[in-house]
């Protein structure tokens, strides 16, 4: 069943499930109803609030299977990625928080503790949940518990380097566990690397249980002529299952195979699953689903079968937004430009091309762009080499997801002073996403990295230029981040100190404002709010956040007060930085630093979280102009109005 034009009202079956026992006992008839119903309420809902329809389109009758087979929460269920657990969600009673999916007071995008006892890790970031699994089913076998531990790994999640440590793990325990590899043959668009030419070599195989059922056979009729006739006949055997699907590489590792299963198909599916529970030993079930599947635009979709698209029209699948320019676009287009320029400069991607950017050099020249799968750590050394080889590598990802691979950039990339760029997305409080996506360690944590130069672009002009000035720097690694979302006009310097750009400046000098990024715009409205308080505000932008440039510390001690204002963790961050660097230098004005607190904070609109955290210009202006006046009620002297012994006239 497709979703057709028009608003869906969810009655029938989905009305009844307020949690995984009521879907336990419906019928396998009821249970196709149902997953109709499903995925009718999916694009009903996502639809209206964005959110990641694709991948929860697939995994429908699978999620379903899960629920009548294993017994949540005492068994637990672990999704990887995170973004896949929609219709565990509805499953487990929350269906009322779709109406506000991924905004304030709503569901989460992904598991979430707070939520549901159902969810126990909130692993938004791929490749992780068997390691999780791993020391869970280690955890219980230690203590005695019969609980089953079941990881379900899609979306791209195998072409992590983490799975594969996982695996090694899991398979020298030898503890219970099931391994559900929802193979859909993407991530965010196709699956790049072996293993995924691996999963689709068994999927374009439909006649390897025929084949295996033929050997079997063969060997069964042949007379028993001792022990190392049948040695040699179980070697044929095993060289033909090789031949004929390499699944034998699991197998290998002491972890049992079964499928692949059609994904869609509950019966087959809760076979597999219940042969897989009661084996007694880790087991990988290999299931075959199609990403978007029952959804015509999202199954015609060829870039990212509707990954994650924002609110969209029902009818086509088009996006309901007001176009506008993206930073990402930005990005993309310079990129190209430079690149036609200078052939040593290729690009690479974590399994993420069309969100970055990275496509549209890819396009024009694909010879040019490495998509390494979700594989960061990867990512940041093979630029490395790529840089040793004498190219120029741009590394374009998710300012989150480059945490994953510090070590990489700090050992292997900045302690060779290897020329390499990292293009960070989604930098500062990105919002819908929640927690676990926002970029705000990256000026932080990559700080600290010696040689390292990081860029905050404020506007498309500066985005362009800074990008240009990132890969002309040959000596060592550079960042380049910026926000999501639509770029803001274009603001314009009144002139230009070093690498600093003067905003706007007042005869008096009273507050140096450090706007970092795009907080550029932020900074121009609090200088207007503060100078009607009669103060003046000097706006600079620093463009080069990392290291401080000695032109921002020299500006610095020509004002009274110096505040910053980031959307990066405060702890470590630019303030930070620029206090201890006007510490070296004995510039004794006092700093004021805002940002973001070190915190988990919930997910909700940019604007929302910002507000909650009082970085607005409102709030800002409010905190600068009591700062500034508290320096002036510090100045006056204090007058004397008790008369001292000496100074009092004399008693009669």
Request: net charge negative; charged share 20%.
């Amino acid at each position: 069943m497709s979703v057709e034009e028009g608003t869906v009202h969810h009655t029938g079956l989905l009305a009844t499930v307020r949690g995984p026992q009521d879907v336990k006992r419906m019928s396998v008839e009821q249970v196709g109803i149902l997953a109709a119903e499903i995925r009718d309420f999916l694009v009903a809902k996502v639809s209206r609030t964005g959110g990641h329809i694709g991948p929860n389109l697939g995994v429908v009758e699978l999620t379903l299977a899960l629920h009548r087979v294993f017994d949540s929460p005492r068994d637990r269920l672990l999704f990887d990625t995170g973004h896949q657990a929609y219709v565990h969600k509805i499953v487990t009673g929350r269906q009322v928080g779709f109406d506000k999916l991924k905004q304030r007071g709503g569901l989460s995008g992904y598991p979430s503790q707070a939520e549901s006892e159902h969810d126990l890790i909130e692993n938004s970031h791929a490749s992780t949940a068997l390691s999780y699994a791993d020391g869970l089913a280690k955890a219980y076998a230690l203590r005695g518990e019969q609980r089953s531990v079941v990881a379900v790994v899609g979306d791209g999640a195998l072409t992590g380097g983490m799975c594969w440590e996982a695996l090694n793990n899991i398979a020298t325990a030898g503890n219970p566990l099931v391994i559900v590899v929802n193979d859909n043959g993407r991530s965010y668009a196709p699956t790049i690397g072996g293993l995924a030419d691996h999963l689709s070599f068994l999927r374009l195989n439909p006649g390897y249980e025929k084949v295996l059922d033929t050997v079997k056979d063969a060997l069964g009729s042949t007379p028993l002529v001792g022990k190392p006739m049948y040695e040699v006949l179980h070697a044929v055997k095993k060289g033909i299952k090789d031949a004929v699907a390499p699944q034998a590489m699991f197998e290998d590792l002491g972890i049992k195979y079964v499928g692949p299963v059609d994904g869609h198909d509950v019966v087959a599916v809760e076979s597999a699953l219940r042969a897989a529970k009661n084996f007694g030993g880790p087991v990988i079930v290999h299931a075959v689903t199609r990403k978007g599947y029952g959804y015509r635009p999202a199954e015609e979709d060829e870039a990212d079968c509707f990954h994650g698209p924002g609110a969209f029209d029902i009818a086509t699948g088009k996006s309901t937004a007001a176009p506008s320019v993206k930073w990402t676009n930005v990005f993309a287009d310079e990129l190209v430009a430079i690149a036609d320029e200078r052939p040593d400069v290729v690009g690479i991607t974590a399994a993420m091309a069309e969100p970055t950017g990275i496509v549209k050099l890819a396009r024009k020249y694909p010879e040019r762009v490495y998509d390494v799968g979700i594989a960061e750590q990867h990512a940041a050394t093979s630029a490395a080499g790529l840089a040793l080889g004498g190219l120029h590598p741009v590394v374009a990802v998710y300012a989150t997801f480059l945490n994953r691979a510090f070590d990489q950039v700090l050992l292997d990339v900045a302690m060779h002073k290897l020329p390499v760029t990292f293009v960070l997305d989604r930098a500062g409080i990105t919002g819908p996403d929640g927690p676990s996506h926002y970029g705000m360690w990256d000026m932080s944590v990559f700080g600290v990295v010696p040689g390292l130069r990081i860029a905050a672009p404020r506007d498309a002009a500066t985005l362009r230029e800074e990008l240009r000035e990132a890969v002309a720097v040959d000596d060592a690694p550079t960042i380049v981040r910026f926000p999501t979302g639509a770029v803001a006009a274009d603001l314009p310097a009144v002139r230009r100190v070093g690498p600093v750009d003067v905003l706007t400046e007042s005869a008096r000098t009273d507050v140096l404002l450090v706007a970092v990024g795009a907080f550029g715009k932020l900074g121009m409205e609090v200088a207007t709010r503060v100078a009607e308080q009669g103060y003046g505000v000097t706006v600079v932008d620093p463009r080069w956040v990392r290291p401080v440039p000695a032109e921002l510390v020299e500006l610095a001690a020509g004002h009274r007060l110096v505040v910053s204002v980031e959307d990066g963790v405060r702890v470590g961050g630019v303030g930070s930085a620029l206090a201890q660097a006007m510490r070296d230098a004995d510039v004794r004005v006092p700093l004021k630093d805002l940002g973001v607190p070190a915190d988990w904070h919930p997910h909700g609109s940019r604007a929302q979280i910002l507000a909650d955290l009082g970085l607005t210009a409102q709030d800002v202006a409010r905190d600068v102009t009591g700062w500034i006046s508290g320096l002036d009620a510090e100045q006056v002297e204090p007058v004397a109005t008790t008369p001292t012994t000496k100074n009092a006239p004399a008693q009669n």
